[in-house]
Structures are given as C-alpha cells and as structure tokens.
C-alpha cells in the first residue's frame, strides 16, 4: 500500500501562473517531507522541505504548504516558468527513521508541463 | 555536475548476460544508495552503504549484487536478470547514513543507468 500518493500524474499550467502539485500520506509517523525534481535523463534534485513543526516554508519562488490534519501537503510555484518543466517527486520520512536519508518514501511523481 | 557520475548512461543485455553498474561521488559523502524506478511505480530503496559497510538490503533478489570497496564508488552486480527488472536505476548519496533524529539528511542523485533487459 503506498504511503506518499501524488495522485496527478501530469499537470499543465500555463507560463505566469500558479502550479500547485499536491501530495498525499497515510503514514501519521511522518515528521519531514521533501519535494525532488528530476529532468529526464538526470537524477532527481533536491528542491524544497519542510519539518512537521511547520506549516509553510518558502524559497523565492516555491512554497510549501503542510497540513497535518488531513495529511496533506502541496507545492506552490509561482510564477511559473519554462524551465519548471520536469517531474515532481514528494518524499516523506518517518519521525524514528534515524533522520538518515535512506527513511525517505516516495510518491510516483507528477510531471508538470509549462505551457508557453 | 551533480557531484554523483554514473555509467553506463543505458545499458540493454539479455538475461544470461553479467554487467556491472558503477557509480562514483565527488562529495566526501558517508553513505551511497542504490534506488530503482519502474515505470510508474515511486522509487524504490534497494541498498544503503555506511562507510563502506553495507547497513540496508531491502529484499532485493540475488540477482543483484552490491559492492562498495570505499566510500567514492558503489557498483551494482547484475547477473541473470528478468525483463521486468528493466528500470531506471539511480545512485545516490549522502553526508552520512544516520545521524540522530533530529537529522535531515538529504539525498544527491546521479543521473541514472536505463536497464533492458531481454
């Protein structure tokens, strides 16, 4: 059973406008979540986090939005641009996974089209 | 440069064939994972290594075989492998494995190697 769902697996947004991706989680152990994009024919990068202790976390152009009760958490861009075209993966770590990098789940990821 | 390499790029072999999958980070990280992504499935955690010494194995089939003889290269061992174990197969790494709870580690990634198999 998949524990981090992105249940979009695309999204078309026009350049200028708001992208939101949303992510989904069953597992109430979560405590850190991070959103990765990948470029085909690149590894995923690392974009933006956010802890448990939060609710919102921003970086220029990208936010994040975490709500605990209804676990849920989404990814702002704005304005969007040609180059955010790429795949969107949400990763969710569990609170006594030892903080390492290897209690990362993923979702399947959305791909995410900028439309000129 | 991401800081993580790895070759080959694509690889397609048939299933009674023995290639290996390589993976080098210019880092001066701790701890490299293997991960793999099918299509349309997340992406999957197959080894971790600490130092050298491999701390996770996530019931993955034999017919892959880990090896990390130091902390800048980690290989994947392939041998007599199945169609369906065609997939993008990522190297990744990270300052350390585990460092307390309070800990947010972050993973950097390579590029991938495009597996067929058939």
């Known amino acids: 059973d998949q524990q981090v769902k992105q249940n979009s697996p695309s999204l078309s947004v026009q350049e200028g406008r708001i992208s939101i991706l949303n992510c989904d989680y069953t597992n109430s152990m979560f405590d850190y979540f991070l959103w990765y994009k990948k470029y085909p024919a690149e590894g995923p990068t690392f974009l933006i986090s956010i802890s448990s202790i939060k609710d919102k976390n921003e970086d220029g152009r990208f936010t994040v939005f975490l709500n605990k009760s209804a676990k849920h958490l989404s990814l702002h861009i704005v304005p969007s641009q040609p180059g955010d075209s790429a795949v969107y993966f949400c990763a969710a770590r569990g609170r006594y996974s030892g903080g390492g990098a290897d209690g990362l789940t993923f979702g399947k990821g959305t791909h995410l089209i900028i439309q000129p | 440069e991401t800081g993580v390499t790895q070759t080959p790029r694509h690889l397609v072999m048939g299933m009674t064939n023995k290639k290996s999958l390589k993976c080098e980070q210019h880092l001066g990280h701790n701890a490299m994972y293997w991960y793999k992504q099918s299509a349309k499935k997340p992406l999957e955690l197959m080894f971790v290594?600490?130092?050298?010494?491999?701390?996770e194995n996530n019931s993955v089939p034999s017919r892959f075989s880990p090896e990390c003889p130091n902390s800048s290269h980690l290989f994947l061992h392939l041998h007599t492998l199945q169609p369906e174990d065609s997939a993008l197969y990522l190297c990744?790494?990270?300052?350390?494995?585990?460092?307390?709870?309070?800990?947010?580690?972050?993973?950097?990634f390579g590029s991938g190697t495009q597996l067929s198999v058939l």
């Open positions: 990744a790494s990270s300052q350390e494995w585990r460092t307390g709870t309070l800990s947010n580690e972050k993973l950097f």
């Open positions: 290594y600490s130092l050298e010494e491999r701390v």
